[in-house]
């Protein structure tokens, strides 16, 4: 396996810990006690959880508009999490920013942008911040496979390829831009491929493998610290919800109850589990626990997010956080 003990069970409470918030997120969702629109996570866990758990605190982080995983594997706060997703005060984006805008600078996530490909020029920027200023940080920009039909794309690759700079290039490549197919939207569906043309390396991995996440990620993180620049890292997965929503988007006809359920065979917290079964690494009477401790702390979360105040509906509250 290659990997510490220690970061394996890590990894596995962070994937088990960003599904139960989801899929408490998707039950509150249904019962409209948070209206912001919300594009969950559940299916992509592995990624977030394996390229995060390589990186430090002072390493960048650059998300989307499905942004919970990332915000959650880089160390964000469960509780101001989903106190921002019920518009309180108290969320981490002081419930201005909800679902699509979640940040946290303690934590090295400086945003997340709902703008396709919106963040892929902003973590290149910060690489050139890091490498200006001499320091050993990388910069990490989350995406997904709609983004390799934007121009800014390639010209912010060609620019972290131009400069060598510390920045890893993550695709999560879930097969679908929304509702449509990736194969009616790019004629070679092979995005690690683009790397080549600017001169860096790209790979494709099995996006739902924790463990090669993991893998994949040290190396290209190692190389990009010591000045080996970018690397493009194409991760195959699948969400198991609909585009945005609590649904499944079964019944819009865009996918098959089949692809779902063949996905749903490969998830990648039950394939993580087995293997730590398996090597004796954890007992079922452990795996109890973990789950009933990461439902308490759920639950905890909903509780505080109920009981947190709104911004207050005056001027005073408009204009601040803003610059005059």
Not at 274 to 287: D, F, G, R, W
Request: glycine share 8%.
């Amino acid at each position: 396996m290659g990997v510490p003990v220690a970061i394996l069970k890590k990894m596995y409470i962070m994937m088990l810990r960003i599904r139960i918030f989801e899929d408490k997120t998707a039950d509150i969702i249904t019962k409209k006690e948070v209206l912001c629109p919300c594009h969950l996570y559940v299916g992509q866990e592995a990624v977030a959880a394996g390229v995060c758990s390589v990186l430090k605190k002072s390493d960048f982080v650059f998300s989307t508009h499905r942004s919970h995983g990332h915000y959650l594997a880089k160390g964000g706060n469960l509780k101001k999490l989903m106190a921002e997703l019920y518009g309180k005060r108290t969320g981490c984006s002081k419930g201005r920013g909800g679902s699509m805008h979640v940040a946290s600078a303690d934590y090295g996530l400086p945003g997340s942008s709902a703008i396709v490909a919106g963040t892929i020029p902003i973590a290149v920027g910060a690489a050139l911040g890091f490498s200006q200023q001499h320091k050993d940080s990388v910069s990490v920009a989350f995406f997904g496979d709609g983004a390799a039909c934007e121009g800014v794309f390639y010209e912010a690759i060609n620019f972290a390829a131009l400069k060598k700079l510390p920045v890893i290039l993550v695709c999560e490549n879930n097969l679908y831009s929304t509702h449509m197919h990736v194969s009616k939207v790019l004629a070679d569906t092979n995005i690690y491929k683009k790397a080549e043309a600017f001169g860096f390396e790209g790979i494709r991995i099995n996006g739902n493998d924790v463990i090669e996440v993991f893998n994949t990620a040290k190396d290209a993180i190692e190389k990009a610290r010591k000045g080996g620049g970018p690397t493009l890292i194409e991760c195959m997965t699948y969400r198991w919800r609909g585009h945005v929503g609590s649904e499944y988007d079964l019944e819009k006809g865009l996918r098959s109850k089949e692809e779902l359920d063949c996905w749903m065979k490969r998830c990648p917290i039950i394939s993580l589990e087995k293997i730590l079964i398996q090597n004796n690494l954890i007992t079922e009477a452990e795996k109890a626990d973990i789950e009933k401790a990461v439902e308490e702390e759920v639950e905890e979360a909903i509780k505080f997010a109920k009981e947190s105040p709104y911004p207050d509906s005056n001027e005073d509250e408009l204009y601040r956080y803003l610059f005059k």
